[in-house]
């Protein structure tokens, strides 16, 4: 079990340094830590849980990131990659508006959400290849 655990954090980072590194460097690409931080500020917005200045906001949005991408590559992307990664990006292109999020960080226009589904089957062909390696 903690191989596939191990695994699914290294694509979840992998998918993380691909999307952080394009996001820096280029302009109208998806912007998925936008997303997220929305999301992170709805779910603390009714708690005693504060999170101020940019740079917190950012952190924790990467942490939570990171964990839960991770723990769903290493539930799913070693056993059947490409499906785990088109399913994670066509639904982050697909929910946020569902969930009352501006969607458009990810899905204002088809560059974004191509490229959106793209990092995240990046994240699960990454899985799938390290824990083909360690286990």
């Known amino acids: 079990m903690y191989k596939k655990i191990l695994a699914g954090f290294a694509g979840a980072i992998a998918l993380n340094i691909l999307h952080e590194t394009i996001r820096k460097n280029f302009d109208n690409v998806p912007e998925i830590n936008k997303l997220g931080e929305e999301a992170l500020l709805k779910m603390t917005d009714n708690t005693p849980i504060n999170i101020t200045g940019e740079n917190n906001l950012y952190a924790a949005t990467l942490v939570g990131d990171i964990v839960s991408n991770g723990m769903y590559y290493a539930t799913t992307a070693t056993k059947s990659n490409l499906t785990s990664g088109l399913l994670a990006g066509v639904g982050a292109i697909v929910l ?29 062909l990454v899985t799938k290849f390290v824990y083909d390696k360690i286990k």
Not at 97 to 108: D, F, H, I, R, T
């Open 96 to 124: 946020p508006k569902k969930m009352g999020l501006n969607e458009n960080p990810v899905a204002s226009n088809n560059k974004k959400k191509i490229m959106t589904v793209g990092y995240y089957v990046f994240g699960a």
